[in-house]
């Protein structure tokens, strides 16, 4: 949240013949993590998203790191993604409770919802490409997640028109909220996918 968003939010307290002083940077950070909890907690259960996050302040064109989330329980999910080394790409998987917590976080976009009974294979098909991601060719994080999109398409989890229409949706939403992002604007956005029903 920039600063002049947190203090326009936290001093809008009813007015008073007293001039309220500016929030304390505790007061800020206190602020964004009740947002941040808010938005965790509004997000229905065993969906699944695809996370962008910037790159460079400013933020450039089309320029995001990719992964999946998948949200689990009321203020917890999973997180999936491969992150590079120099050296190649590894597998960086695990739970987590602070998706929105991330500074580069740019947006969340909900492509499924997950029915219960399938929850094991979502994590089966995440895992899937982790010994052999370097082979993947032209291997780059976004091409990871819509390589496991192709898997969890062929699985009947995400349905959506094509491999090319899902990457340009996200491209588009990631360029639309991206300077919010860098503005530390929080909560983060989550969007429904048009392409994925």
Known sequence: ???????????????????RLPPTPQERALAIKKLQEEALSRLPLDSLYIVLWIRADPPVSNDFHWGYYFHTAKLKGHKYHMKNMGHGWIADHGPTNGVFKSNFLCVLIQIASIPPEKKSLVDQIMRSRDGDVNSIPGMSCR?????IAEKLSENGLVRYT????LEQECFRVGNQYSAAA??????????????CH
Request: no cysteine.
């Open 162 to 165: 094509s491999r090319d229409a």
């Open 182 to 195: 860098a503005e530390n604007t929080q909560p983060r956005p989550v969007v429904r996918s048009e392409v």
């Open 143 to 147: 091409v990871w997640v819509l390589t």
């Open 1 to 19: 949240m920039s600063k002049s968003m947190a203090s326009s939010q936290l001093s809008a307290a009813p007015s008073s013949s007293k001039a």
